[in-house]
């Protein structure tokens, strides 16, 4: 199943700034290994904005929301998700 997920960070300002750091290294290598396992197939950055559009490919809505929640800045992010389905009219796969 194939879900776009709109992610926006806003990490308070009050978070000591070497906490931040540490939750970012975290939060690429947790993305990078689900990006290698193929679940989340793209990554693109917002420009102008702590946001990004992602694909992910999962087998169920459970799965998806637990990737999700295993994010290490998932408490600081607003997360919306839109599963998709193939148009007729694409000729790509």
Do not use: C
Not at 27 to 48: F, N
């Amino acid at each position: 199943m194939l879900f776009l997920v709109h992610m926006i960070v806003d990490i308070p300002a009050t978070l000591p700034a070497e906490e931040a750091a540490r939750i970012k290294a975290e939060e690429k290598a947790y993305s990078q290994e689900l990006q290698r396992s193929g679940k989340w197939r793209h990554l693109w950055r917002v420009v102008g904005e702590y946001a990004n559009y992602s694909v992910f490919d999962v087998e169920s809505n459970d799965e998806l929301h637990d990737l999700l929640s295993k994010l290490p800045l998932f408490p600081y992010m607003t997360i919306k998700v839109v599963p998709l389905a193939a148009h007729p009219s694409a000729i790509g796969a």
